[in-house]
């Protein structure tokens, strides 16, 4: 197996589904099919889930660092390679989107708080942005809360002074709050 994960499972699935094989036995029928890094991630699975095929997919994306947050990179990251026409570019683009807003899963308004959090992370100073991320928010207020608790602390605001200091932070054009981009 390559080490293209996302693919072989699709080739998989796709397999599965034309062959109509009852999605209780795919497990079973990839592990076979596995070797290297997603044999390791089949091994390091819990017993009971090890049989579950979703389990172990998300296993196996896991083990080879795929997740939104990648799906969100290759999206904004996207390139035409050479001889692609638009059409497929097309479906690139909305596999990568559902893969990272994952729509079946999410509300529209849970998908548009993704898409305001990306642009708010993005406008953050570096420091800012590395430290809110590292807190994993789900929301755009939860990053901004984030940012805003990032930056009091490191220039003695409500934190360390009466909360009447919190209104001066915000207020402050958007050059004097030293972003980079």
Not at 28 to 55: F, I, N, Q, W
Not at 111 to 130: C, D, K, S, Y
Not at 138 to 167: C, D, F, H, M, W
Request: net charge positive.
């Amino acid at each position: 197996m390559g080490e293209d994960i996302e693919k072989y499972l699709l080739r998989f699935e796709r397999i599965a589904k034309t062959w109509k094989w009852p999605e209780n036995e795919w497990a079973c029928r990839l592990v076979p099919l596995l070797s290297g890094k997603a044999l390791e991630a089949y091994t390091a699975m819990d017993e009971e889930k090890a049989h579950c095929y979703t389990d172990l997919k998300a296993a196996l994306l896991m083990k080879f660092d795929i997740s939104p947050e990648i799906y969100r990179q290759q999206f904004r990251a996207i390139s035409v390679p050479c001889g692609e026409n638009p059409t497929e570019t097309y479906h690139r683009l909305k596999g990568l989107y559902r893969r990272w807003i994952r729509p079946e899963q999410h509300t529209k308004e849970q998908m548009g708080e993704a898409i305001i959090l990306e642009q708010l992370l993005r406008v953050l100073p570096f420091e800012v942005r590395t430290w809110v991320k590292e807190h994993e928010p789900v929301e755009g207020l939860a990053a901004a809360k984030l940012a805003l608790q990032y930056i009091n602390a490191r220039r003695g605001g409500p934190a360390t002074r009466p909360t009447s200091a919190a209104p001066r932070l915000l207020v402050q054009p958007p050059h004097l709050m030293d972003f980079h981009m």
